[in-house]
Nanobody, 115 residues
Framework: QVQLVESGGGLVPPGGSLTLSCTAS????????MGWYRQAPGKQRELVARIRSGRDPDYIDSVMGRFTISRDNAKNTVYLEMNRLKPEDTAVYYC?????????WGQGTQVTVSS
């Protein structure tokens, strides 16, 4: 079973930046998508960004131009650089990998955007 370990969450003021990382316990081939989801209180979990080598990343409209997803295939790690953060970005962020036809999730990391 693939284990995903996340880090990088925290408390930042509006307009600030954070970078999240997620490392898989085993090799994830570059053709396999890796992504970030988030879930705010009282809301459903939503896909924020996803990436697969050889393709342009996908983003939800609300983060377009502010967030950048990237990956280091040698390290089996996916990153989410978040800039110009807004209070509406406050959520628990989860990384996701579908490997061998099975979805795996990180433990979640809290991002809070507040003064």
């Amino acid at each position: 079973q693939v284990q995903l370990v996340e880090s990088g969450g925290g408390l930042v003021p509006p307009g600030g930046s954070l970078t999240l990382s997620c490392t898989a316990s085993e090799t994830i081939f570059s053709s396999i998508p890796m992504g970030w989801y988030r879930q705010a209180p009282g809301k459903q979990r939503e896909l924020v960004a996803r990436i697969r080598s050889g393709r342009d990343p996908d983003y939800i409209d609300s983060v377009m131009g502010r967030f950048t997803i990237s990956r280091d295939n040698a390290k089996n790690t996916v990153y989410l650089e978040m800039n110009r953060l807004k209070p509406e970005d406050t959520a628990v962020y989860y990384c996701n990998v579908r490997n061998g036809g099975i979805n795996y999730w990180g433990q979640g990391t809290q991002v809070t955007v507040s003064s």
